[in-house]
């Protein structure tokens, strides 16, 4: 997604927003913005789902 925005120029900054920061980067590439922060052990997955009303909510699956 960052070539893209390459396309229109290279901007001065770029800023990540993530409704969950898990932590345990592979990358070097953080976000500036989480909702909630948590720690998760590699073998457990953070799974989101959205009921029939609209509303959504996270699990830990593994």
């Known amino acids: ?3 893209e925005l390459f396309d229109y120029g290279r901007p001065a900054s770029v ?11 592979e990358l070097p590439v953080q976000a500036d913005f989480a909702a ?3 720690a998760l052990p590699a073998d457990q997955l ?4 959205k009921a029939a009303d609209g509303r959504f909510s996270f699990s830990v699956e593994g």
Do not use: E, F, S, W
């Not at 800023?15 to 980067?25: E, I, P, S, T």
């Open 15 to 25: 800023q990540l927003a993530v409704l969950v920061d898990r932590g345990g980067r």
């Open 1 to 3: 997604m960052l070539n």
């Open 36 to 38: 909630a922060r948590i």
């Open 46 to 49: 953070l799974a989101l789902a």
